[in-house]
């Protein structure tokens, strides 16, 4: 039997994220009862953020509220600080994320405070995850490169992804934010984060703008990672980060997958109506 790989689709919230046309909550709904029937186990559908740094986020609650929801799968939201995670419980999100920054330039941009104060921001709302007893899940961006920075050093992601876990993250998802990794600069981080933390906590989340997450994704299979993230239809990217448009496509990930011999568990003609809907979606 073929070896599982988890594909977590991420593209109602990371690829809807950045659109710049508003789209209207019953065509998030759409969509995400098309992913819920395509076989995934995680979909990120909301974050509840403040809705003037990313307006398109702003119904998470109505998103979360109107989904036909499947049973075993995770409908997932992100979640920068404990009025995010009231938002997301009041709205039954199964699952939460923080997100922080491995670089200390991208995390003044996209949540305005320095990595430490990010982790202090994060405390409260681990310890309600925990009491609540929902599953919370870490983001750490510009795992390789950063669009103020430059190259982020190995060492400090493998620090933050030791500190998330410690915070009680689950799994923590490793962000090329920008899509400027490489296999090497993938193979040379992962090593590192390897040291502290196990490639069953671990997942892949690389931006395709330079045409290279399928590649990078082969290079953390070779080292132990069965997860990876994935927008539908290949939408997305972060509206924080100059240059990041495109996260790899769920169903690109799905066919590279299979013919490396991986079972995903998914259906590829669903997956190819959920696509062909997301595309439709894009205002660019
Ligand atoms: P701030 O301006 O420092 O915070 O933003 P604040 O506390 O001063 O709040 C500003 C305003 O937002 C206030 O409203 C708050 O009430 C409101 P005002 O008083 O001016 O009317 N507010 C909120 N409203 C709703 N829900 C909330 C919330 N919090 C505050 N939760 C903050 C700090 C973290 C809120 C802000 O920077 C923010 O929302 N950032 C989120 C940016 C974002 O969503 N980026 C994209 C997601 S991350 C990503 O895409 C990367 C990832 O995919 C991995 C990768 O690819 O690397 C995960
Ligand atoms: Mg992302």
Redesign the pocket.
Known sequence: MSEFVEIFE?GP??GL?NESQMIAARDKIALVDVLSSAGFKRIEVA????????PQ??DGAEVLAGIRRAPGVSYAA????????D?AKAAKADEI?I?A?ASEG?SQA????SIAESLE?FAPIAAAALADGIPMRG?????TDCPFDGPTAPGQVADLAAKLRAAGCYEI?L???IGQANPDSISAMLRAVLKATPANMLAG?Y?DTAGRALANIEASLALGVRVF?AAVGGLG?????PG?AG?VASEAVAARLADLGFATGLDQAILAKAAQMARQMRST
């Open positions: 991420v919230r990371d994220q974050s509840f953020v403040s809705p003037k740094w990313v986020m702003a992100l979640t920068p600080n404990m009025r995010g995670y938002g994320a997100f920054s991208f996209n949540i305005n405070c921001r983001y750490i961006s510009c795992v998802s962000g090329d934010t989340h931006h993230d990217g972060c509206p924080y980060a990041a996260n």
